[in-house]
């Protein structure tokens, strides 16, 4: 079983950057895959990123590619999203999660999660 735990999550405003942390403590294995989903009042959650733990190879959704950047440090075991350029839209609860699928958009193929870090951005 794998735990994870958010932090960093915090208030900045437009055009600003801000760095989320996931801990992750339990087993993971060759093929396991991290994630970061977000959640905004009134929407579904919705994926923002994925990377291979053993491999490093990464993917991300079209709204934050080029201002996203996922990164792991694997002696810390903890995954990081670094967020630049924020807009008021990014604003949400953002849950890092853990998965057997590889490089898998759907919340369905990650069984673990965080229990989510609120990201506000003003205007």
């Known amino acids: 079983q794998v735990q994870l735990v958010e932090s960093g999550g915090g208030l900045v405003q437009a055009g600003g950057s801000l760095r989320l942390s996931c801990a992750v403590s339990g087993r993971t294995f060759s093929g396991y895959a991290m994630g970061w989903f977000r959640q905004a009042p009134g929407k579904e959650r919705e994926f923002v990123t994925v990377m291979t733990w053993s491999t490093g190879i990464t993917y991300y959704a079209d709204s934050v590619k080029g201002r996203f950047t996922i990164s792991r440090d694997g002696a810390k075991n903890t995954v990081y999203l670094q967020m630049n350029s924020l807009k008021p839209e990014d604003a949400a609860v953002y849950y890092c999660?853990?998965?057997?699928?590889?490089?898998?958009?759907?919340?369905?193929?990650?069984?673990?999660w965080g229990q989510g870090t609120q990201v506000t951005v003003s205007s």
């Open positions: 999660a853990g998965g057997r699928s590889g490089l898998s958009t759907l919340e369905t193929d990650f069984g673990s």
